[in-house]
């Protein structure tokens, strides 16, 4: 159809450049389509303060939906960047399994919006806790491409880190979807595990992290 036939799945891309810049402008533009979620009150000149706070309070579920948003989109960001940073290579499998995640990713501030709008809502926090599941089993199918199909990751990284790092991103597919799932017992307790997810992953245990510690004191002794 494009006038070029396509690579096999697992065909060699030397450089990562494009395919990070290209990532990282999409993860701009839905951090901002995030922001454009968040609208200030309506008050008139007469209003008085506790009628502006009262207004900033309703809007809460919005603040409370962004920055838990914000928060996900933040951590994929990094463990992103870091995934990339540990990979010596890419494939055209990579390329598309990218596409894929970047996909889940825009999707977020409509459910985001839907949150904000409807906090206590089964199907507004399910739809949440879907879209923050199917992104991070992207991500999930991207490292399990890099470590087990196609042997992406640097050739200094221990197998164990590898297999470590690669447990680690399944925490999020498993928790996100156990929080769909009680969206509908609780609103509450599937927004806990939402949180809860996010903060287990802010400080990532990153293969990139430990290599770069490991060389600094190499360079250390030296």
Known sequence: MFGFRFRTNHAEVADTQRLETFSDG?????????????????????????????QLLRLLPDFLGF????TFIAIVWVNHHLFFQSIKKTTTKL??????????????????S???????????????GAVFFMASSSFAWMRYHATYQADLVQDDIPDEEKKQAFRRTLVGPVVYLL???LSFVSVWVA???????????????????????????KAERE
């Not at 839905?30 to 502006?52: G, H, M, R």
């Not at 920055?67 to 914000?70: D, P």
């Not at 399994?97 to 985001?112: E, Q």
């Not at 839907?114 to 949440?128: I, R, S």
């Open 26 to 54: 999409v993860f701009s533009i839905i951090v901002t389509l995030l922001a454009f979620n968040l609208k200030a009150p309506e008050l008139n000149d007469e209003a008085s303060n506790n009628d502006a706070l009262r």
């Open 191 to 217: 927004l806990g595990l939402n949180f809860g997810t996010a903060l287990f992953y802010f400080v990532p245990v990153a293969t990139l992290n430990r290599r770069q510690v490991r060389e600094m004191k």
């Open 67 to 70: 920055t838990l948003s914000f």
């Open 95 to 112: 390329l598309w399994l990218n596409n894929l995640l970047l996909f889940w990713v825009c999707f977020v501030p409509f459910p985001t």
């Open 179 to 181: 929080s769909t799932g």
């Open 114 to 128: 839907f949150v904000g709008e409807h906090p206590t809502h089964p199907v507004a926090v399910a739809l949440l």
